[in-house]
T-cell receptor, first 113, second 113 residues
Framework: LAKTTQPISMDSYEGQEVNITCSHNNIATNDYITWYQQFPSQGPRFIIQGYKTKVTNEVASLFIPADRKSSTLSLPRVSLSDTAVYYCLVGALGFSNDYKLSFGAGTTVTVRA | KAGVTQTPRYLIKTRGQQVTLSCSPISGHRSVSWYQQTPGQGLQFLFEYFSETQRNKGNFPGRFSGRQFSNSRSEMNVSTLELGDSALYLC????????????FGPGTRLTVT
């Protein structure tokens, strides 16, 4: 099971870039890295997923170094509505009796005006 | 496409009772996972079903059980409720069993008194 470690909280201001790093030292070869966003009293929402190097979509970028022991979610030009908890999830989604998905504690990002 | 739906949204039960929660996945999705979310433990994986079979299971006691129907809809049952079972129960669906993203429902808020 790939355990993840993220900062508990981060503060930012509108228009700034926010970078959240997730450590996953014992990531397995077939593990993918997925980030989710969660607002209070709502289910998590998929943001981005990657395996190695860099992935970019319309809302975020994900940077994964060659050793894959960490990953960084980058949120460009955040707004107040980006205030949420961000989870890093590492796992190989498939059938395994020993497999347990690990969501980690999440990072509370607070964006101020 | 309609998103993942969960019913009921809120539920209050008494210790010792049992409860059944329902989840309807996104149309075409065959995999359904259940999670428990509490302030102290965060997001914890309960189990995953695919094609009516439980494929993965988290570290929860046998009081927590589930099933999946032929139309991919899933139910989760908790028997002999304890105060510690008070939580937000989240259901997530995905198309298959690979590394594709999970899509979460809004959750069922269960309060045990």
């Amino acid at each position: 099971l790939a355990k993840t470690t993220q900062p508990i909280s981060m503060d930012s201001y509108e228009g700034q870039e926010v970078n959240i790093t997730c450590s996953h030292n014992n990531i397995a070869t077939n593990d993918y890295i997925t980030w989710y966003q969660q607002f209070p009293s709502q289910g998590p929402r998929f943001i981005i997923q990657g395996y190695k190097t860099k992935v970019t979509n319309e809302v975020a970028s994900l940077f994964i170094p060659a050793d894959r022991k960490s990953s960084t979610l980058s949120l460009p030009r955040v707004s107040l509505s980006d205030t949420a908890v961000y989870y890093c999830l590492v796992g190989a989604l498939g059938f395994s009796n020993d497999y347990k998905l690990s969501f980690g504690a999440g990072t509370t990002v607070t964006v101020r005006a | 496409k309609a998103g993942v739906t969960q019913t009921p949204r809120y539920l209050i039960k008494t210790r010792g009772q049992q409860v059944t929660l329902s989840c309807s996945p996104i149309s075409g999705h065959r995999s359904v996972s259940w999670y428990q979310q509490t302030p102290g433990q965060g997001l914890q994986f309960l189990f995953e079903y695919f094609s009516e079979t439980q494929r993965n299971k988290g570290n929860f006691p046998g009081r927590f059980s589930g099933r999946q129907f032929s139309n991919s809809r899933s139910e989760m049952n908790v028997s002999t409720l304890e105060l510690g079972d008070s939580a937000l129960y989240l259901c997530a669906s995905r198309a298959g069993t690979g590394v594709e993203a999970q899509y979460f429902g809004p959750g069922t808020r269960l309060t045990v008194t």
